[in-house]
């Protein structure tokens, strides 16, 4: 691992432990600490929320005021106090916090925001102008937040006319995560584009953009969002003044996890796992687990599982968030269910049958070795239904082919909220790739 993973990783220990011990102080510490692990707090990183919760509000100013007045700065307590970030927590940053406040209708300044790396980023606030998006992911954020209309440049990679309607007329950064800079750069003149939501994994070239844009005093600030799913949507809602979005969105996260803790938080002998990234080249000599890898990026169905009390059984992290091994290695762990994505494994444009074919062919083909296989304990969706948005929404859905404890009425009405929602244009008729397939 390098000097900065390292620095990076320890700076998110630090910021989650702030965040807890702020927590801890403002409840006066008897508040259930069971109930505050499974709640998503603490994904605002923007400067000037004190308070480390997932909105700017008069408790953050009471936050700045008693800092002020107690005469010192606890940095680890209130990491975001410094709400105009000049170093020191004054009168000034109520001011300034108050500004920021009024969203849409702030006088024009900077807003400071803990980026992807954990450096301090910043865009200019209110941001009101059009919008780029690198990548798929980004593009399902941007409509998620109900910024569709204002996106007017995208990568074009796994976008679809269901998914992203128009996109085809939009510039275009080509495929998208490795985007480069003077084109990005262009789409402020072709576009009128302002902000650009970047595509933050390691593999991707964002600080390269970053730094172009920067060099050339662009007028495109480009947003380098916090690594966690909650992380994006909280921090991108108030960057882009769409908190009413964002909020329902995180409700609806955070009453999914309440359900699941109270249904098998506490079950005995939980069944175990893997999970697995299926790709049209996956041999039983070379198959794709999913775990956390060495610098904190992990992908949506490891993470997720990783949650639930099931043990997900993980091969030795590498740099990436998946690391290849072998069919034996597998065996040798015996999980009780085998949980696959399909990333480019299912043919674009197959309806649900010609999916159910493809999936009952690749347990036959992969997985007939193993016990999971014997007990038909497979499960299977697109590699976007768990590590997009829709995750959360689908969380329950996916646990109850492991749990008898989740309840199908349950899971089958979350999973239809996010679309009657609007957080998502398609449909899982026109996207049947987004449903579960199991053996
Ligand atoms: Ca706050
Ligand atoms: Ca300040």
Redesign the pocket.
């Known amino acids: 691992m390098n000097q900065k993973a390292i620095i990076a990783i320890v700076l998110v220990a630090i910021l989650a432990v702030a965040a807890i011990a702020a927590a801890l102080m403002l409840t006066g510490g008897d508040k259930s600490s069971d109930e505050e692990k499974y709640l998503a707090t603490g994904n605002?990183t923007v400067l000037g929320?004190?308070?480390n919760?997932n909105?700017?509000?008069d408790?953050?100013i009471e936050i700045i005021n008693d800092i002020i007045k107690a005469g010192v700065w606890n940095k680890k307590a209130y990491p975001l106090a410094d709400a105009n970030n000049d170093g020191v927590v004054n009168e000034s940053d109520i001011s300034y916090l108050k500004n920021l406040m009024k969203g849409k209708n702030a006088t024009p300044t900077k807003m400071y925001y803990y980026n992807t790396w954990n450096e301090i980023g910043s865009v200019r606030f209110p941001v009101t102008g059009n919008i780029g998006t690198m990548y798929w992911e980004q593009a399902d954020l941007a409509i998620l937040l109900g910024l569709w209309d204002r996106v007017k440049a995208v990568g074009s990679g796994s976008l679809s006319e269901e998914k992203n309607p128009g996109w085809q007329s939009l510039y275009s950064y080509g495929k998208g995560y490795n985007a480069e800079p003077e084109v990005v750069a262009k789409s402020y003149e072709a576009a009128g584009v302002t902000a650009v939501i970047a595509y933050i994994q390691g593999d991707g070239t964002a600080k390269d953009i970053d730094a172009y844009l920067k060099g050339t005093n662009s007028k495109i600030d480009l947003l380098c969002l916090p690594t966690s799913m909650n992380g994006r949507v909280v921090t991108a809602g108030v960057l882009l003044c769409c908190e009413e979005q964002s909020e329902k969105y995180m409700k609806y996260y955070d009453e999914v996890m309440a359900y699941v803790q109270d249904k098998i938080g506490n079950v005995k002998d939980a069944p175990s796992c893997v999970t697995v990234m299926m790709r049209s080249t996956t041999t039983t000599a070379d198959i794709r687990f999913l775990n956390m890898s060495t610098t904190g990026e992990s992908n949506g169905l490891y993470t997720y599982m990783l949650q639930s009390p099931s043990e997900v059984y993980i091969v030795e992290p590498t740099n990436s968030y998946a690391t290849h091994t072998d069919i034996e290695w597998l065996n040798s762990k015996n999980p009780d269910w085998i949980i696959f994505c399909s990333s480019g494994a299912w043919t674009t444009g197959n309806t649900q049958e010609q999916n159910m074919a493809q999936f009952k062919q690749e347990c036959d083909d992969i997985f007939s070795s193993t016990t999971a296989y014997k007990n038909k304990h497979i499960v299977a969706t697109a590699n976007g239904t768990m590590n997009s948005f829709f995750g959360c929404f689908a969380y329950p859905k996916l646990l109850s082919y492991l749990y008898d404890e989740i309840e199908d009425d349950y899971a089958d009405k979350m999973v239809q909220a996010f679309f009657d929602e609007k957080f998502a244009y398609y449909t899982l008729d026109n996207m049947p790739s987004y449903q579960f397939y199991s053996m």
């Open positions: 605002l929320n004190a308070d919760d909105k700017l509000t408790h953050d």
